[in-house]
């Protein structure tokens, strides 16, 4: 475990926060990721306890954009999307930016690692553009979901029921899917991830 991965801890030494012993995946590409949509969850992930691991598809650092065009923060992975596996999770997060997004589609270690979450009925988390890889994954189908407004035409061919909503919480299938469609919307977003972890 990186110190990037470690939670908060009390002077006891023992993780604090209502997320403690819970654990995040979250996959991303190396470029194009949007940072807000990554380094916002990830915060509010840690802040309450939660051990979270960044999966890239390689061994280098995200390179972050900010509104798809001025470059953003640098965030160093802990792992590998080819290297990841669902085991020992308790939840995946797919963060936006157009770039990202679309190059996580097509990536097989990608799509394999959600279908995993999904199949073992762990929580799917995804942001703005980060539902297209629903889509190539055929999670969309039958789900009540939102993300940014241009993929709305995507996943309703892919036969997903979309909704403009700050986020949308759909118990309705084997796993909890949980999205939002902005970083404007990120607050609501990483709130719903942390309720669902906690039981709530």
């Not at 979270?52 to 280098?60: F, G, H, Y």
């Given at each position: 475990m990186s110190s990037d991965q470690k939670p908060?801890?009390?002077?006891?030494?023992k993780p604090d926060g209502k997320l403690a012993g819970k654990s995040v995946l979250?996959?991303?590409?190396?470029?194009?990721?949007?940072?807000p949509e990554l380094r916002k969850p990830v915060a509010v992930l840690r802040e309450n306890g939660a051990r979270?691991?960044?999966?890239?598809?390689?061994?280098?650092a995200v390179q972050t954009?900010?509104?798809?065009r001025g470059p953003g923060a640098l965030v160093e992975p802990d792992t590998t999307?080819?290297?990841?596996?669902?085991?020992?999770?308790d939840a995946v997060l797919v963060p936006g930016g157009t770039v990202n997004a679309d190059r996580l589609r097509t990536d097989a270690d990608a799509r394999r690692l959600v279908s995993a979450f999904a199949a073992a009925g762990k929580p799917v988390a995804a942001v703005c553009h980060g539902p297209w890889l629903l889509v190539d994954s055929g999670l969309a189908?039958?789900?009540?979901?939102?993300?940014y407004p241009s993929l709305r035409a995507d996943l309703e061919n892919a036969g997903g029921i979309w909704r403009d909503r700050e986020v949308v919480v759909d118990a309705s299938g084997a796993h909890l899917l949980i999205t939002s469609r902005r970083p404007s919307d990120l607050d609501a977003f990483a709130a719903a991830i942390v309720r669902a972890l906690a039981g709530g």
């Open positions: 908060d801890r009390k002077p006891d030494g979250v996959l991303t590409t190396n470029y194009g990721t949007e940072e979270v691991t960044i999966a890239a598809q390689k061994d280098e954009v900010v509104s798809d999307l080819a290297r990841a596996t669902a085991d020992g999770y189908r039958g789900r009540e979901l939102t993300s």
